[in-house]
């Protein structure tokens, strides 16, 4: 009797199939290499997109940022990536390091300890690297 494949290596195979046919150099990219390539976008630029331009009365980019960044931090070690990438973005659009603590800890309450600590350490990354760029 044959071992049934794993559906996620499955899906990992599927998706580089499908980013190789995109463009052959996608074939060996990483999520550490895809966040490396997005570059923090301009405060403005963010508002423009994220904040009030669409929708005057709603959310500014600061505040979707840090809800993103609650969401993203209830789903733990999977979105590494993502997680550092909305901490620089939060920060830009004028997120202090203390509102971004505060949105990973409440989220502790509902995707555990495990998962708030990955995040603090996630974000205490970006924050240092962040420092050693201005000095």
Do not use: Y
């Amino acid at each position: 009797m044959s071992k049934p494949a794993n559906p996620f290596e499955e899906m990992m195979k599927m998706g580089q199939e499908m980013a190789r046919q995109i463009n052959p150099a996608f074939e060996g990219l990483t999520p550490k290499g895809m966040e490396a390539m997005w570059p923090t976008m301009p405060r403005e630029m963010m508002e423009t997109f994220m904040g009030r331009t669409f929708n005057p009365e709603g959310l500014d980019a600061k505040t979707r940022l840090l809800l993103t960044l609650a969401g993203l931090t209830v789903l733990g070690a999977q979105a590494e990536a993502q997680i550092r990438m909305t901490v620089r973005h939060a920060l830009e659009a004028g997120a202090t390091k203390q509102e971004v603590a505060e949105t990973i800890a409440m989220m502790g309450v509902f995707g555990g300890l495990p998962a708030m600590g990955k995040a603090m350490e996630l974000a205490r990354e970006v924050i240092d690297a962040d420092g050693e760029k201005q000095t």
